[in-house]
Nanobody, 120 residues
Framework: QVQLVESGGGLVQPGGSLRLSCAASGTIFSINTMGWYRQAPGKERELVATITRSGNTNYADSVKARFTISRDNAKNTVYLQMNSLKPEDTAVYYC??????????????WGQGTQVAVSS
């Protein structure tokens, strides 16, 4: 069994900052790519940022230069530092991890989601 537990969401004013965390636990051999996605009301889920195990990152154009993704492989945790937040960043943010189990099977796991609301 594998669980991804997210934290750090909340309500913030425009221009503010939040830091999201996502910790993976369970029967994990290794974790390949980790990432953050978001889904706003009435919209499809979209990519925010991803990071490989070696630290290569990829960002959606809408968040470049404002958001920073990082990870701590020893803690099986991925972070998303969000600065200069805008109302259009309001969404439920989901963590995704490609996890390799001890029997060699690779599978994607999703977190339960954490709400981020940007409003004055």
């Amino acid at each position: 069994q594998v669980q991804l537990v997210e934290s750090g969401g909340g309500l913030v004013q425009p221009g503010g900052s939040l830091r999201l965390s996502c910790a993976a636990s369970g029967t994990i051999f290794s974790i390949n790519t980790m990432g953050w996605y978001r889904q706003a009301p009435g919209k499809e889920r979209e990519l925010v940022a991803t990071i490989t195990r070696s630290g290569n990152t990829n960002y959606a154009d809408s968040v470049k230069a404002r958001f920073t993704i990082s990870r701590d492989n020893a803690k099986n945790t991925v972070y998303l530092q969000m600065n200069s937040l805008k109302p259009e960043d309001t969404a439920v943010y989901y963590c995704l991890a490609e996890i390799v189990s001890w029997n060699g099977i690779r599978r994607d796991y999703w977190g339960q989601g954490t709400q981020v609301a940007v409003s004055s």
